[in-house]
C-alpha cells in the first residue's frame, strides 16, 4: 500500500514563503512523477507542478518562476516552494504518484492560505 503525507501547509501573508513536503512510503523512482496538484474553494482541482523520474520538470503557467518541485530520492520526500505568494494561491494542495498516465495515489491533503 503506497501512502503519500503532506505537510507544511498553513496561513501566510501575500508575498510570503512556503515549502510543502510529501513523504512517500516506497522509493520516488518506482514512480514516473510525482507531482502537486490544488484545488481552490468552489473550483477543479488542477495540476501544478510535476516532476519525472528523469528530474524533468514542468509547471502550470500561473506559478511558473515562483514555484520549484524538487525530490530528495534519499528521504523519499519531494517538495514544492512557493514564494512570492498570491491570494489566489489558495487551497487545499494534494501531492500524488504517477504510474505510467495515470494519477495513481494521492495524499490527504494540506490546506494553504494566502492573506491579502
Known amino acids: 500500500q503506497v501512502q503519500l503525507v503532506e505537510s507544511g501547509g498553513g496561513l501566510v501573508q501575500a508575498g510570503g514563503s512556503l515549502r510543502l513536503s510529501c513523504a512517500t512510503s516506497g522509493s520516488t523512482f518506482s514512480f514516473a512523477a510525482m507531482g502537486w496538484f490544488r484545488q481552490p474553494p468552489g473550483k477543479q482541482r488542477e495540476l501544478v507542478a510535476q516532476?519525472?523520474?528523469?528530474?524533468?520538470?514542468n509547471y502550470v503557467d500561473s506559478v511558473k518562476g515562483r514555484f520549484t518541485i524538487s525530490g530528495d530520492n534519499a528521504k523519499n520526500t519531494v517538495y514544492l516552494q512557493m514564494n512570492s505568494l498570491k491570494y489566489e494561491d489558495t487551497a487545499v494542495y494534494y501531492c500524488?504518484?504517477?504510474?505510467?498516465?495515470?494519477?495513481?495515489?494521492w495524499g490527504q491533503g494540506t490546506q494553504v492560505t494566502v492573506s491579502s
Open positions: 516532476i519525472t523520474s528523469g528530474g524533468s520538470t
Open positions: 500524488a504518484a504517477r504510474r505510467s498516465n495515470w494519477w495513481a495515489y
